[in-house]
């Protein structure tokens, strides 16, 4: 939907965000995200702006789906350029809260989605998830959006929300948007921004996989395991990179298959250096 031209509103205060949702007009598209924006993140931006007649963008690094050593304290942080990016996407309000405004003094309420949160990245990022769909559905009380838009490279965070969306009759249509790559394959990452000019290098052997993967599905392989195998191969001959976990599952419940046929989400994270990167395909067979 078309947009006239008004400015930005950035609000920092919960009670600030529910004055201005008041005057946003329905339906009103939401794009929740830690900043640091690169064109993953805008392209679920327009998308919400088609669809829309409101948009409203959050920017929250969120302590509680970070374990103790990981990145929290160093993820990267641009308010001022996610900002600028912002209102030339024709955003009609950005959110930016503090922690001690999500999570205030005794705090003890989480959300937990059994039989999603603990395999993939949950198996080596216990509580991760947690973390996630406790932040999300904060937002979406605070925000009260019709549709909320997230992108495909964040596959068992989207089934994660989908599911919790459903199961607590939030109302939220959750919205699946395209994965986005650069030219030469490597899916849009904030934590990109972490990688030397060599590890970015390295960092390709990810998405070849993938491409290797749904090459020997189209080349007739129905086993997952030795699809798994020859991408593990792969990513071990690049000597930057570590598997975390590679896995072939049912994308509507994350069980692995034992047979390539329908529809199969290959999913990976593999660290490049200290970097953890995560990236996926959907093969249909």
Not at 158 to 171: C, P, S, T
Not at 209 to 236: F, H, Y
Not at 256 to 280: H, M
């Amino acid at each position: 939907m078309d947009k006239t031209s008004t400015p930005l509103q950035p609000v920092q205060h919960i009670h600030e965000l529910r004055a201005a949702r008041a005057m946003l007009g329905e339906p009103l598209g939401f794009v929740p995200t830690m900043g640091y924006l690169h064109e993953g993140h805008l392209s679920l931006v327009r998308r919400a702006r088609q669809e829309c007649a409101s948009v409203v963008v959050s920017i929250f690094v969120n302590p509680t789906q970070f374990g103790p050593n990981e990145d929290f304290k160093k993820y990267p942080r641009d308010l001022a350029k996610d900002s600028s990016y912002l209102e030339r996407a024709g955003v009609d309000c950005l959110f930016y809260p503090v922690a001690e405004d999500v999570y205030p003094p005794g705090y003890r309420t989480y959300v937990e989605v059994h039989g999603l949160q603990d395999r993939l990245c949950g198996k080596s990022r216990p509580g991760h998830f947690r973390g996630v769909a406790t932040v999300v559905l904060k937002l979406f009380n605070i925000v009260q959006p019709d549709r909320a838009f997230f992108g495909a490279k964040d596959a068992q965070q989207v089934l994660i929300i989908e599911r919790m969306a459903k199961d607590l009759n939030l109302g939220v249509e959750v919205v699946t948007c395209p994965l986005i790559r650069e030219a030469d394959g490597l899916a849009l990452s904030s934590r990109n921004a972490y990688l030397s000019s060599e590890e970015r290098r390295a960092a390709l052997v990810l998405s070849k996989s993938l491409r290797a993967a749904e090459e020997m599905v189209r080349a007739g392989e129905r086993d997952p395991s030795k699809v798994v195998a020859a991408m593990r191969s792969m990513i071990k001959a690049e000597p930057t990179a570590r598997v975390d976990y590679i896995e072939a599952v049912d994308p509507l419940n994350l069980d692995p298959v034992a047979e390539l046929r329908g529809e199969v989400l290959v999913a990976l994270a593999v660290f490049i250096g200290s970097t953890r990167l995560i990236d996926n395909i959907r093969i249909r067979v």
